[in-house]
T-cell receptor
Framework: NAGVTQTPKFQVLKTGQSMTLQCAQD?????MSWYRQDPGMGLRLIHYSVGAGITDQGEVPNGYNVSRSTTEDFPLRLLSAAPSQTSVYFC????????????FGEGSWLTVV | AQSVTQPDIHITVSEGASLELRCNYS??????LFWYVQSPGQGLQLLLKYFSGDTLVQGIKGFEAEFKRSQSSFNLRKPSVHWSDAAEYFCAVGGGSNYQLIWGAGTKLIIKP
């Protein structure tokens, strides 16, 4: 089972460049989300979606855009990369009912120089 | 304010010894409680979760956790750790949708041979 697939796994960007982190899930989950993980700060929610065509902001949305045109895909776009966006990014999905298991991708390591 | 505290940033345990990882939370109602594990270079995987009922919850890989309402705690335990348990462990709490989870900062478990 593929589960949640993120690409790329590693990326180095120059300040000001844009890029898209891809995320796909094959479990037909309604919820999808993007987190960033920084040392000592746990996971912080960037954006989330409760279904195709519906997205909303999380705790740290500035500098990122998302869209959800299909149930399966939830790409994260960095509009103009900044060194502060150097982080590990995780895509996740889960069924809609509260308390369901969240399934995570393996992470994308992004460095902005 | 709602929060999750994992007081220990790092814990070192000898292989075969017992383990307890602490999680304290502040939440307005009885929350859903989760423990996730992140192996090096990987995404997060659910270890166990508590919704209601028996306050001692069994999870995968021989882990268990006990919900103590009076202490606002949900500590993770394992009677005998293995080298493969070396990972980072995250506690999370929530009461509504999965995108509203509050994450602890994580505890890194180091196993001494």
């Amino acid at each position: 089972n593929a589960g949640v697939t993120q690409t790329p796994k590693f990326q180095v960007l120059k300040t000001g460049q844009s890029m898209t982190l891809q995320c796909a899930q094959d479990m037909n989950h309604e919820y999808m989300s993007w987190y960033r993980q920084d040392p000592g700060m746990g996971l912080r929610l960037i954006h989330y979606s409760v279904g195709a065509g519906i997205t909303d902001q999380g705790e740290v949305p500035n500098g990122y855009n998302v869209s959800r045109s299909t149930t399966e895909d939830f790409p994260l776009r960095l509009l103009s990369a900044a060194p502060s966006q150097t982080s590990v990014y995780f895509c996740a999905s889960s069924p809609a009912d509260p308390g369901n298991t969240i399934y995570f991708g393996e992470g994308s390591w992004l460095t902005v120089v | 304010a709602q929060s999750v505290t994992q007081p220990d940033i790092h814990i070192t345990v000898s292989e075969g010894a017992s383990l307890e990882l602490r999680c304290n939370y502040s939440y307005g109602a009885t929350p859903y409680l989760f423990w996730y594990v992140q192996s090096p270079g990987q995404g997060l995987q659910l270890l166990l979760k508590y919704f209601s009922g028996d306050t001692l919850v069994q999870g995968i890989k021989g882990f268990e956790a006990e919900f103590k309402r009076s202490q606002s705690s949900f500590n993770l335990r394992k009677p005998s750790v293995h080298w493969s348990d070396a990972a980072e462990y995250f506690c999370a709490v929530g009461g509504g949708s999965n995108y509203q989870l509050i994450w602890g900062a994580g505890t890194k478990l180091i196993i001494k041979p």
